[in-house]
Structure formats: C-alpha cells, structure tokens
C-alpha cells in the first residue's frame, strides 16, 4: 500500500519561507539601522555586519543636541499637531455639510475637494510657493501648518463625507424634533457618533502630514529657516553633511530616533490602521 | 430656512477659504504662470505664449527624465500588485487544508504588522536608510554579498549609471508592496468563505482559485491600487532626489526632479510651471485611459 499524498503539508511550508522572507527584507534593514546607531565609525565602515563591541549611547546624545534632531523633531511634533486638528475640525465641518444637507453647489464642492486627492502635490508647488511668500508665511511653522492642513483636506472630506452619510438619519431627526439646532446637533450628537470614523482618519492624516517631505524643503527656505525645520528635512541635510565629517554613527542614531517613535506609535495602534483599511476599502 | 443656508455658509466657508488659498489657487495660476518667462527675482516678465512648450519638446533632459517615469508607470504598479496578491494570498489561504476548507497561515497577524512598517516610515528616512544600504564599503548590500562569498557582485551601486534607476525603483516597490498586502488582505477576508469552499468542491488548486476567484472579486480594489501605484510613478520625486539627485550624470533623473530643479535652483519658475502643467495633463490621461482600458473587463457582480 502507498502512502497516500500529503499535499496539505507542502504549501504551507512554502508559504511560510515567503512570507518570513518578506519580514526578513522589510525588518532587516531597520535593525540594520538601529543596530548600527550604537556603533562607532570605525565599526561601521570596517564590518557594516558586525555587533557593536560595546554600545555607544553618546551618537544618540550627538545627533539629538549637536546635528539639532532634537530640535527638528519638536518642530514636527508642533506643525503636526497644529495642523493634525485644524484638518479634523474643518475636515468634519465640511465633510458633515456635504454629507447630509442639500445646497446649490453641492457636487461642485464636493468635487473640487475630493479631485484634489488625484494630483502630484508638485504640480503646484511654483505657484504655492509665492502664495505662501507674498502672505509672509515662508520658513514659518505657521504657514507650515496651514498649507498641511490645505493639502490634507481632499483625503479628510473624501472620507468623512461617506462617514456621515452612513450614519442613520433617525437620530438626527429625532434630536431636531426635541428642538436641537443644527450647530447642537453637529457637536453633541454627529460628532460622537462619527467618532470611528474620524480615528482612522486621523491616523492616516498624522502619517502623511509626518512623513512629508516635499512641501517642507520647498516651504522652509529663507533666513534662520533652519531653525524651524521639520524632521524630515533635517534628517536629509544631516545625511549630506554627515557624509562630509564621516560621522556615520550619529547618522544612523538621527534616523533611529526619527523612526522608532512612530513604528512604536504604530504597532500599538495597528488595530486601528488595519480596519481603517479595511474600510476605506468599501467605498 | 435662512438659518440653515447661514449654518452651511459657516461650516463650509474656513474650509473653502483654506483650501482656495493653498489648493486650488495655486493649481489655477500654474496655468498663467506657464506661458511666462518669469525668473521669479523681479516682478516683471514677459507672456511667450507657446514658446516654453516649444523649448520643452526639444529638452533632451526633460523627455529623458520623463522617459524613467513611464519606465516606473510600466513596472511599479504591476510588479507591486502581484507580490501583493501573492503575498495576501499566502497569508489568507496558504495554511493547511483539510474538510473544512483552506485555512491561512499561522502568524499572519503578526505577518501583516510588520509588511506595513515601511507605509509608517517618513519617505526621508526611507531615503536616507537605503542610500546607506546601497554604500560601496559601509552599505549593507555589499556587506551581504561579501559575507556570502560573492564579493564579484558587490559594486557603488548608486555610482554606476547602468544601476542607479534600478537601485531607485526597487526602493518604491520596497516600500509600496507591504501596504498592498495589507490592503488585499483586507479585501480577501471580506469574500465569503463558502465561494472558496465551493471551488476547492469542484477540485479548483490553489492558483487557479487566486486568478479565477480572488483576483476578480478583488477587481476594484486592483484598480483603486493601480492608480495610487501610478501617481507614485508619476512622482518618485522624494525617493530620487534623497537617493541618487537624479545622477550619475542624468541617469536616474525624474519629471519631478527637473521641475524642482528648473524653479529652485536655475529660477526660471515660468519654465518649470510649463513642465508642471504638461504633467497635469499626462495625469489625467494616464487615468483616464486607464479608467477606460479597465472598465471593460470588469466583471459582472
């Protein structure tokens, strides 16, 4: 008698080496990073492979203090917060409106926001940059935060439009009946019940005000701009002028200290961004 | 009634003010802009009319930047959805099987936590972590190859022409592919687990039910995909510019790149406004015959 086939094994043992393979290629290079942030110069030019012999916390003391990380993170941490709230509050505000009142107009708004979402923001980036200095807002952190905010509109009232819209209309009638107005029945009763719905975009705004790059080094040009620089742009200037002075170590310490703090953020949220996933699929 | 227009007017009217100054505005006077000569140091400039198109159709730098984008519009959105879907399919039904049905592996939880820790990366860091990877002595490609024995291959990856753009382009699909898998994951757990009961009944393998089941329920989601992979194509300019420069020489250069440049380092801002605007258009063709090309086989559902 043969032994009859077993190909239930087969597959899932290839799947594994796949998927694992995949990790290795995506985790790799950040430890790589992390690992070769507490090693000397010396180390990581002669063995890019090696342990550091003894850990080296002082590049991490180098790149916060003397290449200014420190600095440019705080810079981050406040353009993002600022314009991370005014893109909720007017987001919502105009997302609500489009959602479940009837105006002339509608579409046409609608559209204008929502076509924003199709196009490089580097298309407009001549013109953007001297509405932004003719308004005297260039190397600011507050024109920073208002052109955020601007460009981070399309995604919030895309999202938040269909939000609403979802939401059943009973309760709002039933809260108008009891003589609630239209501002009442937006703070007390819509925005709580949206709130789901404004968590994922919150998380997914956070991450593309964090991460972006091009409307910064653009923006923040001009005297004593270095100053108010945001992360993303002086770990990109601290690359350059670390290759100049060979001071590898504290380069690698900046981009740790630039990385860690949001994979942390994320993985304990990551329930969160999975299922924003999952329903921003449906529309 | 006027108390309702007046509630609408004040939620709307911040937000529409906010985004015409910085959106909209901005999009609208690139036109303008685009026919002029302005080197933005003075007021002044002259209307050239269709001259700056002209130069542009013969700017060898331009078409040959524009040519590694069309390049990327052609590999990157294919190349990322299928080791997405590949991926995506391993996690949700490459596990055992038995009477039940297919299971999907164990740790996929965990799998899909980590796939998405390049989409949480700033596009900066990214950069700045793979033009270290890419180092001729210190990077951690080299250092790989030779501790492998295969010191042969090890060569200044970003200083060599012939591989700059590649070393560019594998980046982007490094760092877009993780989010697809999550994203057709989701996707997947959302088809019933009955149609794939019923397939694996009638004796379906496992490649025939990604292509035959999975790949066309998932249709709209592929789209929605392709098109965000595009406007990546299209861009790129982040990762490039943080990487290679665009060099050696031009040899990785995108559109974007010589835009940037043009308006922020040469100052002829009514130039680079010509190149913005003739991207515009590229967009929106590029979608719209893409809209067009995938709309005809989409299935009936």
């Given amino acids: ?283 | 009634m006027r108390g309702k227009r007046l509630f609408v007017a004040t939620f709307l009217g911040p937000p529409l003010l906010l985004y015409g100054v910085f959106v909209l505005s901005p999009y609208a006077q690139a036109f303008p802009i685009a026919a002029t000569d302005w080197r933005g140091l003075t007021p002044q400039y002259d209307f050239v009319g269709l001259a700056n198109v002209r130069r542009l159709a013969g700017d060898g730098l331009f078409w040959n930047a524009l040519g590694h984008n069309a390049l990327l519009l052609l590999l990157l959105p294919p190349a990322t959805i299928l080791l997405g879907l590949f991926l995506a399919s391993m996690l949700s039904v490459g596990g055992r099987r038995d009477r039940a049905g297919v299971h999907g592996v164990r740790g996929a939880a965990l799998y899909r936590i980590v796939y998405f820790f390049p989409q949480v990366l700033s596009v900066a860091v990214i950069g700045v972590l793979w033009k270290q990877i890419y180092a001729p002595t210190s990077g951690l490609l080299n250092g790989v190859l030779r501790a492998v024995g295969l010191d042969a291959l090890a060569r200044p990856w970003l200083g060599d022409p012939r591989f700059s753009f590649w070393c560019v382009a594998l980046v982007l699909l490094w760092s877009n592919a993780g989010f697809y898998v999550v994203l057709f994951g989701a996707a997947m757990q959302a088809i019933p687990r009955d149609i794939y009961e019923a397939a694996l009944l009638d004796g379906a393998t496992r490649a025939t039910t990604l292509f035959r089941v999975t790949v066309p329920l998932l249709w709209d989601t592929v789209q929605v995909a392709w098109v965000y992979l595009a406007i990546v194509a299209i861009d790129a300019f982040a990762v490039v510019q943080i990487i290679t420069d665009g060099g050696p020489g031009f040899s990785s250069d995108v559109a974007g790149l010589r835009l940037y440049k043009t308006a922020f380092a040469d100052a002829q801002f009514g130039y680079a406004s010509t190149m913005g605007v003739a991207m515009f258009f590229l967009t929106l063709s590029v979608a719209a015959l893409f809209l067009r090309v995938t709309r005809r086989d989409r299935p009936e559902t």
């Avoid at chain 1, 008698?1 to 290839?14: E, K």
């Avoid at chain 1, 000397?40 to 012999?53: A, K």
């Avoid at chain 1, 972006?212 to 350059?240: K, N, S």
């Fill in chain 1, 1 to 283: 008698m043969t032994v009859p086939p077993r190909p239930g094994r087969v597959i899932p043992v290839l799947s594994h080496g796949f998927l694992a393979g995949w990790a290795l290629l995506t985790t790799l290079p950040l430890l790589w990073a992390v690992l070769s942030s507490f090693k000397t110069d010396n180390e990581i030019l002669t063995d890019p492979w090696g342990l550091p012999s003894r850990p080296r916390p002082e590049n991490w003391a180098r790149a916060w203090d003397d290449a200014h990380i420190g600095r440019y993170f705080l810079n981050s941490a406040i353009v993002v917060t600022g314009a991370l709230t005014l893109t909720m509050i007017l987001g919502a505000m105009a997302a609500y409106v489009l959602a479940r009142y009837r105006f002339p107009g509608r579409r046409i708004v609608h559209l204008a926001f929502t076509g924003g979402m199709m196009f490089p923001v580097f298309l407009a980036l001549v013109p953007l940059f001297f509405v932004v200095r003719d308004l005297g807002l260039l190397g600011t952190l507050p024109g920073l935060i208002l052109v955020y905010a601007a460009y981070s509109l399309p995604f919030t009232v895309f999202f938040l439009t269909a939000f609403f819209r979802t939401l059943p209309a009973t309760v709002a009638e039933a809260a108008m009946v009891d003589g609630c107005g239209d501002y009442r029945l937006f703070f007390r009763v819509m925005l709580p019940m949206a709130r789901p719905g404004l968590v994922s975009v919150a998380i997914f705004t956070f991450l593309f005000q964090w991460n972006q790059y091009v409307l910064p080094i653009v923006l923040m040009q001009g005297e004593g701009a270095e100053r108010r620089w945001v992360l993303a742009q002086g770990l990109t200037a601290l690359a350059v002028n670390e290759g100049y002075r060979g001071d590898y170590s504290g380069l690698f310490a900046g981009m740790t200290i630039a990385m860690l703090p949001v994979l942390l953020g994320y993985v304990a949220f990551h329930r969160q961004v999975q299922s924003g996933l999952a329903a921003g699929n449906l529309h």
